[in-house]
């Protein structure tokens, strides 16, 4: 069987990466389902620049975390998805239509565009968006990030960008 899909968002790597006491654990018992090959983890290449500072804080990681950044998404589970017009375009109208934040809108786009079923995230007003639809898109739904009883899951193989 193919492993289950699901997106997350910059708040989950960076509190993995910048291993923050509330979210740690629940991003850890996603991550040992990924490298157990029971879950693909979808994501923008966006995430890649945001990595660089938690959110609300104007502090950077320090640059010496770059090389295990770059290793960090460099693994087997995790699928990278451009930006793309179509993904723009349909981020604006998120932002509109359903007045999701720019960036998270990206995210949205990116998921409901790929057919990923469900969003990880820790951005507490993101959640508050779950079941979003929007053109042919959709529901997307969206939640802290958990493993195990998280509902219906897409059971597919997806392919990185070639």
Known sequence: MAPSIRYWDSCCF????????DKVDACKEVLDAAEAGRLTIVTSTLTLAEVV?????????PPESEERIDQFFKRDF??????DRRV???????YWQRRIEPKD???VATALIHGVPDLD???RDLIKKSGVQIDDYGPLQIAWPKWGDIGPLFQGAIEPDG
Do not use: C, N, S
């Open 53 to 61: 500072k938690l959110k609300g804080d104007h502090t950077p990681l």
């Open 88 to 94: 723009g375009e349909l981020a604006r109208r998120l």
């Open 78 to 83: 995790i699928v990278l998805r451009q930006v």
């Open 121 to 123: 995230t820790t951005d």
């Open 105 to 107: 809108a990206i995210h």
């Open 14 to 21: 960076l509190g993995w990466l910048a291993e923050e006491a």
